[in-house]
């Protein structure tokens, strides 16, 4: 299958400072990513869709200007949470898919975001 | 309407046993069920996928039931091994929205 790399693997920062997590997709070119949000022993919760060349749509409750979202390539999104506090830590992972249609989501290996 | 039912939450099966895992939704426009497997710390991996169309699909070992009538669809693991302990995650989505819907997740151990 194809490939969608994500960095960093973990990252821990100081709270109220900004971090930016890339999705790439490696081997294909993706028109939409998507960002996720996984807490512990829990589902993935989507928080974006992120479009390229275009603004990303948010789901319902995800602030906007905390999570900015940019889809500048054919082949990256970044994710970067903004102002971050402890309870922005979580397990971060984004899926793309391919630009020509295929229905199956690439995921990347996921974030692990950890703010003291 | 949008959520997906999964359970059990968590199984427990003995090595070369068969491991069972069901899903159930109400949005009709569903017409892409995948199974995902997650390890610890690793971002989840596609099993199998099924459509509509048909009401069974088998992978090696995986088997995806599905029963359009009842809205049901189910993850079948043969002969599952201690290597196949991960959580699973049944999904759906819809042509158009390409958002999936995640179920609640199944924590699968194999004892050997």
């Known amino acids: 299958g194809a490939v969608v790399s994500q960095h960093p693997s973990w990252v821990i920062c100081k709270s109220g400072t900004s971090v930016k997590i890339e999705c790439r997709s490696l081997d294909f070119q993706a028109t939409t990513m998507f960002w996720y949000r996984q807490f512990p022993k829990q589902s993935l919760m989507l928080m974006a869709t992120s479009n390229e060349g275009s603004k990303a749509t948010y789901e319902q409750g995800v602030e906007k200007d905390k999570f900015l979202i940019n889809h500048a390539s054919l082949t990256l999104s970044t994710l970067t949470v903004t102002s971050a506090h402890p309870e922005d830590s979580s397990f971060y992972i984004c899926?793309?898919?391919?630009?020509?249609?295929?229905?199956?989501?690439?995921f990347g290996q996921g974030t692990r975001l950890t703010v003291v | 309407q949008q959520q997906v039912k999964q359970s059990p939450q968590s199984l427990i099966v003995q090595k070369g046993g068969i491991s069972i895992i069901n899903c159930a939704y109400e949005?009709?426009?569903?017409?892409?069920f995948p199974w995902y497997q997650q390890f610890p710390g690793k971002g989840p991996a596609l099993l199998i996928a099924i459509r509509p169309d048909v009401s069974e699909k088998k992978e090696g070992r995986f088997t995806i039931s599905f029963n359009k009538s009842a809205k049901q669809f189910s993850l079948h693991i043969m002969d599952s091994q201690p290597g196949d302990s991960a959580t699973y995650f049944c999904?759906?989505?819809?042509?158009?929205?390409?958002?999936?819907?995640f179920g609640t997740g199944t924590r699968l151990q194999v004892f050997p």
């Open positions: 999904a759906a989505s819809s042509q158009g929205t390409d958002k999936l819907i």
């Open positions: 899926s793309a898919r391919d630009y020509r249609g295929v229905t199956e989501a690439f």
């Open positions: 949005n009709t426009a569903f017409d892409y």
